[in-house]
């Protein structure tokens, strides 16, 4: 049995409250660990703590030490990348190829970011000759880091390598239902020898990160979730005006013309929604099929569906795993129902799938809704399930118009074998991520994040760590006379 504790200040200790909570294993709902649940209380240590860092040893450090700190944490990643993966899969339920594959990215986006801290330098600006006008960047200070329960340690990555790079100081919020690898990655930081207070582990619920929100000593909340906490995040920033960032919801348009490949794009229509039981906020779960080729591609994911294998993420031949928890469970079987009470066509799945192994954790089939119509709830809910809703659209133009009429934009692909359809198409979708061809690659190069209701700011990319940063104007003068503008 697992047991966590909080890292606050340099020390591990239990929460103020004593507060525990037990994780379960989303395959078997047996216990796993016992997490240490933080209050306000704790948070409010761990924000001190990092400000006293932020104002003290923290501020001289040096952009060639923090690259090497980012290097060094992309080491201990590899090192221990099996480990890590087999507890994010014990603890999420998704393969552990998908987790392996996450490892991987992990400690590509320490490196990316080492690489693109090193290279940092401010610029001097055209001037009179006595004077220095430079622009520079510098941290922007306390960080509160608020991450979800879908890929821990991935989206806790994508904010600790750009702030701690940056230059900040941090507090990691992680979901209290998917803590372990975040706990994990403490221990790690824990043989680094930071300064005490610059990364602070807080492990608890939404208390821990409202507090984070509201707290007027934090600078920033950089928080990946729901809409609903995101918009409480938000308002309560207000306080102080702290800088956020969001990563919100999605519901993604997987739209495929009648001239695509179709092989391919039914393999991917698979893929963009199933990958990790489609608890992916970029997952394509809103198919879109031009009418020509609506009938054939339903039929054959009808064919394709009922061979995907359903198991345990450790086993080999496995393809999918459980969700999450009991609430997503049963909020999944909701829409579902709520789907075919509304019209749609339930081709496959729907319930829970048949034998013993299957009766306890939180276990769906993987399902396809099909005749759905732009209209319905299912086709502007995130489902965030094991869910495809298919539409038939018979031109670009409606397609088109359907597809942007959603309150998300986080991302869409387009299957088609015309160059020039693929680019009027990429240009009007209104996502932040437009596939073409393809569904899901992303690159630490590439920014990630949302139009509209899926989110403010963008991770990864130069501007991903533009994000932890002030811009300042330096001017020093270095031959001051009086300027006699109001006389002698
Ligand atoms: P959630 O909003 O319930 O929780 C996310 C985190 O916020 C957790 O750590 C939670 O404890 C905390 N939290 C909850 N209420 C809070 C509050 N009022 N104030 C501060 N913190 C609070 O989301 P979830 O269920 O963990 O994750 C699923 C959601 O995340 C989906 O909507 C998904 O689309 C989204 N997501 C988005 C991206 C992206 O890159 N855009 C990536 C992954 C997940």
């Given amino acids: 049995m697992i047991h966590t504790q909080l890292y606050i200040d340099g020390q591990w200790q239990a929460p103020v409250a004593g507060g525990k909570r037990a994780i379960l294993s989303p395959a078997d709902e047996t216990v796993i660990a016992q997490a240490a649940e933080g209050t306000r209380d704790d948070a409010r240590l761990a924000i001190a703590a990092a400000r006293r860092a932020f104002d003290g040893p923290w501020r001289d450090s040096t952009i060639r030490e923090r690259a090497k700190l980012l290097n060094k944490i992309a080491e201990l990643i590899d090192r221990d990348a099996e480990n890590l993966a087999r507890l994010e899969s014990l603890n999420t339920g998704k393969t552990i190829t998908e987790s392996r594959t996450d490892m991987g990215d992990i400690a590509a986006t320490f490196r990316y970011f080492a690489g693109l801290v090193a290279s940092e330098s401010g610029a001097v600006n055209e001037a009179p000759h006595h004077v220095i006008s430079r622009t520079l960047r510098e941290p922007v200070g306390v960080c509160g880091l608020i991450t979800p329960w879908n890929y821990p340690l991935l989206q806790a990555a994508w904010k600790i390598a750009p702030a701690l790079g940056a230059g900040n100081t941090v507090i990691v919020k992680p979901s209290n239902l998917t803590p372990l690898t975040t706990h994990r990655f403490a221990e790690l930081l824990a043989e680094l020898d930071l300064p005490e207070g610059v ?258 700011g963008r991770e990864l990319s130069r501007i991903g760590l533009d994000e932890y940063t002030e811009l300042k104007h330096s001017y020093i003068n270095l031959a001051p006379k009086p300027m006699g503008w109001f006389g002698a």
Wanted: hydrophobic share 45%; with cysteine.
């Fill in 199 to 456: 990364f602070n582990l807080v492990t608890g619920g939404a208390e821990v990160g409202a507090e984070l929100a509201e707290n007027h000593d934090v600078d920033l909340v950089s928080f990946t979730g729901g809409a609903y906490a995101g918009e409480s995040i938000m308002k309560a920033a207000t306080g102080n005006f702290k800088r956020i960032g969001l990563e919100l919801g999605g519901k993604n348009p997987n739209i495929v013309f009648a001239d695509a490949d179709l092989d391919t794009a039914v393999d991917y229509a698979l893929n963009a929604a199933f990958f990790h039981a489609g608890q992916v906020c970029s997952a394509g779960s809103r198919l879109m099929v031009e009418d020509a080729i609506y009938d054939e591609f339903i039929a054959r994911l009808a064919e394709r569906l009922p061979r995907i294998v359903i198991g345990n993420g450790f086993h080999a031949e496995t393809q999918m795993g459980p969700v999450q928890s009991a609430a997503q469970h049963e909020k999944i079987l909701k829409l579902v129902q709520m789907g075919v009470a509304e019209g749609a066509r339930l081709v496959h799945g729907g319930k829970r799938p048949e034998g013993a192994v299957y009766e306890k954790g939180f276990w769906l089939e993987p399902t396809l809704l099909a005749d759905v119509s732009a209209g319905m709830k299912i086709a502007k809910e995130e489902i965030f399930g094991p869910v495809i809703t298919a539409e038939r659209f018979t031109s670009e133009e409606q397609v088109l118009r359907l597809a942007n009429d959603t309150p998300y934009g986080l991302a869409a692909a387009v299957w088609t074998k015309d160059l020039d359809k693929a680019n009027r198409m990429s240009r009007a979708l209104r996502f932040g991520t437009v596939w073409v061809n393809d569904y899901h690659p992303y690159f630490p190069e590439a920014p990630w994040g949302g139009y509209k209701a899926s989110g403010i």
